[in-house]
């Protein structure tokens, strides 16, 4: 069973770093593309950036140019640096994997894979204060 965890999380001022982490309990996590997306309250979840096996990545408009994903898979660990946070950042964060671990790379569409996410984890709060 494929389960994911998320970690790093937390309150932070406008222009501040955060570094979120998930950890992914499966034996294909460095063939799978997985990302992470975010929902603010009221608002419609949008993906926010991914990556694929070959480390290749996308980005949503709104967060190129601050956020670096990147993952480790020798620890099984995806990340997401934040850096010159915005108040508009603040959302529940989630790390997601591409169903079945399929290996089918990235989307053009900036913070998702070629496939749909199948495996989700719990989500960690950011909040970003002026």
């Known amino acids: 069973q494929v389960q994911l965890v998320e970690s790093g999380g937390g309150s932070v001022q406008v222009g501040g770093s955060l570094r979120l982490s998930c950890t992914i309990s499966?034996?294909?996590?460095?063939?799978?593309?997985m990302g992470w997306i975010r929902q603010a309250p009221g608002e419609e979840r949008e993906g926010v950036a991914a990556?694929?096996?070959?480390?290749?990545?996308n980005y949503a408009d709104a967060v190129k140019g601050r956020f670096t994903i990147s993952k480790d898979n020798a620890k099984r660990t995806l990340y997401l640096q934040m850096n010159n946070l915005k108040a508009e950042d603040t959302a529940m964060y989630y790390c997601?994997?591409?169903?079945?671990?399929?290996?089918?790379?990235?989307?053009?569409?900036?913070?998702?894979?070629?496939?749909?996410?199948?495996?989700w984890g719990q989500g960690t709060q950011v909040t970003v204060s002026s």
């Open positions: 990556i694929d096996s070959d480390h290749d990545t």
């Open positions: 499966a034996d294909r996590f460095g063939a799978a593309c």
């Open positions: 997601a994997a591409e169903a079945g671990l399929a290996g089918y790379g990235i989307s053009r569409r900036g913070g998702y894979c070629h496939r749909d996410y199948g495996y």
